[in-house]
C-alpha cells in the first residue's frame, strides 16, 4: 500500500508515499489497528494523543477515535488559538528539499495549546514518518515545555527510515527514553 516514486523530491531519491496507506480500501482501518496493537501499553492509561501536521493528522486521528482518547494537534505557528506553547523546529534536508530549498537552514515555529496535554500526562505521539527525527524532536521538545518528559512518551510510527539516522538524532537530543515502535522500516534511499 506504500507506493514508491522513483527521483523524488530529487533524483537518487525513492520516495515512500505513506499516506497512500489512506487512500486504498480498508487501508486506513488496518494501520489502525496495527498501531492499535503496536503499542504494549494500557490504552485506558493514556492520556492524550499527540499529532503533528499534516501526515500525522490522518494515522493519529482515525486512533485516537478507535481507542477513544483526545488528540492534541501539533501545528505551525499561528494556525492554533492561543495560548499556545511554541519551538523552533530546523527544517529537514528533506522537506526542504521537496520546497525546492536544497540548502535547507529555515526555521519555523511549532506548536500546541498550552492546557492540550497536562504535566506529567501519559503521551502517546503518532506519525507518518521517522527520517531524520527533527519532527519528533519537536514533538518532544513542545511535550518537555508542557511538563512531560520523554519517560512518560511512546511514539507510534507508520514508517522508519533508519537511513536518516532519526533515532540517533534523538537519543542525542536526549529522547532517548522515549518508546518507539514502528510498523514498517524501509532501507536505502
Known sequence: MVRTVPDFPRPRITFRHVLNIAQQPKGLVMCTNLLMNQFHGDWSAVDVIVCCEAGGFVFASALAAKVEVPLALIREAGKLAPPTVSVVKSESYISSAADNNPVGGGEKRTEMNRDAVNPGASV??????????????????????????????????????????????????GYGSAHIHSLLVFDGV
Open 124 to 173: 502517546v505521539v503518532v506519525d507518518d514518518v521517522l527520517a531524520t527525527g527533527k519532527t519528533l524532536c519537536t514533538v518532544l521538545q513542545l511535550l518537555n515545555e508542557a511538563g512531560v518528559g520523554p519517560e512518560n512518551v511512546s511514539i507510534l510510527v507508520v514508517a522508519e527510515f533508519p537511513v536518516h539516522r532519526g533515532r540517533e538524532l534523538l537519543r542525542s537530543r
